[in-house]
């Protein structure tokens, strides 16, 4: 058995989450000594263990703690994979730590003496149990995640950088996957200043690579360019705007890019949950007729909209055409995906045919 030192009390009550912090690429990566941190963790490292389910076999966990209290993790299931990534902090009184990540409820981990961590309960509690709840300790080897992120983009002498917003860690950008299309986008933003950061929402893989000196490093890999927000920053797009009773200014039907046309209404669309026991509904425009209808969300991120009633006025052929493709992209919904103030949604084969930003947030 392997033995830890355990910081003292008023050491684990010092260390408080803190802001985001940059890091420099071997804080990142990993390649410099291990710290004991509060609670007696040492760091950087990963912890790994396959975690019971409910029902099925269990989930294989890898997690990736650093002392700047970033986290990574990522689990594979017998269906599936996910990963999330976030901060961490330390909570003494059930000497435990807690994750807190971008698309995930927190995480709470019990600090074993050995220096393992052990799954607690939702709410915090220890779980009694003959099962393998623990995650091994081990140095740090990092697992590739991928997810929807949003961070600060920024291309300057044929070289581009992103910083996480959830973390604030910044990497460099491969050259590979949809980079083009971010680089085009960026360079085609109106009013910009060389080398200004512009937040990106994106789905992306931070993965190693080679550096363009010294041993290689996490960059990030755009694996699908959403769309970048001119104007926003980390501070808003942190939490992910509300499916429901959310203003959603469209943005694309189609794969087509939308504006508002100029004397019309703004497209956009909300869902409106469900009030004193009746169904929940939603109505959207294209800046002509009026459509309203139901909806139905069937858990995680599933969901589908139902026949639609619209007025009848007559539409220039634009709008026209607009609100045609509107029904028919509604009519294919079959999942969403929400990172930051942007709303994608999907059909059944992952194409996207509906995207829109989140305007007024409840």
């Given at each position: 058995?392997?033995?830890?030192?355990?910081?003292?009390?008023?050491?684990?009550?010092?260390?408080?989450?803190?802001?985001?912090?940059?890091?420099?690429?071997?804080?990142?990566?990993?390649?410099?000594?291990?710290?004991?941190?509060?609670?007696?963790?040492?760091?950087?490292?990963?912890?790994?263990?396959?975690?019971?389910?409910?029902?099925?076999?269990?989930?294989?966990?890898?997690?990736?703690?650093?002392?700047?209290?970033?986290?990574?993790?990522?689990?594979?299931?017998?269906?599936?994979?996910?990963?999330?990534?976030?901060?961490?902090?330390?909570?003494?009184?059930?000497?435990?730590?807690?994750?807190?990540?971008?698309?995930?409820?927190?995480?709470?981990?019990?600090?074993?003496?050995?220096?393992?961590?052990?799954?607690?309960?939702?709410?915090?509690?220890?779980?009694?149990?003959?099962?393998?709840?623990?995650?091994?300790?081990?140095?740090?080897?990092?697992?590739?995640?991928?997810?929807?992120?949003?961070?600060?983009?920024?291309?300057?002498?044929?070289?581009?950088?992103?910083?996480?917003?959830?973390?604030?860690?910044?990497?460099?950008?491969?050259?590979?996957?949809?980079?083009?299309?971010?680089?085009?986008?960026?360079?085609?933003?109106?009013?910009?200043?060389?080398?200004?950061?512009?937040?990106?929402?994106?789905?992306?893989?931070?993965?190693?690579?080679?550096?363009?000196?010294?041993?290689?490093?996490?960059?990030?890999?755009?694996?699908?360019?959403?769309?970048?927000?001119?104007?926003?920053?980390?501070?808003?797009?942190?939490?992910?705007?509300?499916?429901?009773?959310?203003?959603?200014?469209?943005?694309?039907?189609?794969?087509?890019?939308?504006?508002?046309?100029?004397?019309?209404?703004?497209?956009?669309?909300?869902?409106?949950?469900?009030?004193?026991?009746?169904?929940?509904?939603?109505?959207?425009?294209?800046?002509?007729?009026?459509?309203?209808?139901?909806?139905?969300?069937?858990?995680?991120?599933?969901?589908s909209f139902g026949g639609a009633a619209m007025t009848m006025m007559a539409c220039p052929p634009t709008l026209d055409t607009r609100e045609r493709a509107l029904t028919g992209a509604l009519g294919q919904v079959a999942r969403h995906q929400i990172t930051a103030t942007t709303l994608e949604l999907f059909d059944e084969s992952g194409a996207r045919v509906l995207m829109a930003e989140a305007v007024y947030l409840p």
């Open positions: 058995m392997r033995l830890l030192p355990l910081l003292p009390l008023a050491a684990a009550l010092a260390l408080s989450p803190a802001g985001p912090q940059s890091g420099s690429a071997r804080a990142q990566d990993g390649a410099e000594a291990q710290v004991f941190t509060a609670p007696g963790l040492a760091l950087p490292g990963s912890f790994t263990g396959t975690l019971p389910m409910a029902s099925g076999p269990g989930a294989e966990w890898h997690l990736d703690l650093w002392p700047d209290q970033v986290f990574h993790l990522h689990r594979d299931f017998a269906d599936g994979s996910a990963a999330d990534i976030g901060r961490w902090h330390a909570d003494p009184a059930r000497r435990a730590i807690v994750l807190r990540g971008g698309r995930e409820a927190p995480v709470f981990l019990e600090v074993r003496g050995n220096g393992d961590l052990r799954m607690m309960t939702p709410e915090g509690e220890a779980i009694e149990s003959e099962l393998p709840y623990d995650l091994a300790a081990g140095p740090l080897d990092p697992a590739e995640v991928s997810l929807p992120m949003a961070g600060m983009f920024r291309y300057m002498a044929d070289a581009a950088t992103f910083s996480v917003c959830l973390t604030g860690r910044s990497y460099p950008v491969a050259m590979e996957g949809a980079y083009i299309e971010a680089e085009r986008a960026y360079l085609a933003i109106e009013d910009r200043e060389p080398g200004e950061e512009v937040l990106a929402v994106l789905d992306g893989t931070l993965a190693m690579r080679p550096a363009m000196e010294g041993p290689d490093r996490t960059h990030l890999v755009i694996d699908r360019f959403s769309r970048f927000a001119p104007g926003d920053t980390c501070d808003r797009s942190r939490a992910d705007a509300a499916l429901t009773d959310t203003y959603w200014r469209l943005l694309e039907i189609g794969g087509e890019a939308i504006a508002p046309m100029e004397g019309r209404q703004e497209p956009y669309l909300i869902l409106h949950s469900a009030e004193d026991g009746g169904g929940t509904s939603f109505n959207a425009t294209v800046g002509c007729n009026m459509m309203r209808g139901g909806y139905e969300r069937e858990g995680g991120d599933a969901l």
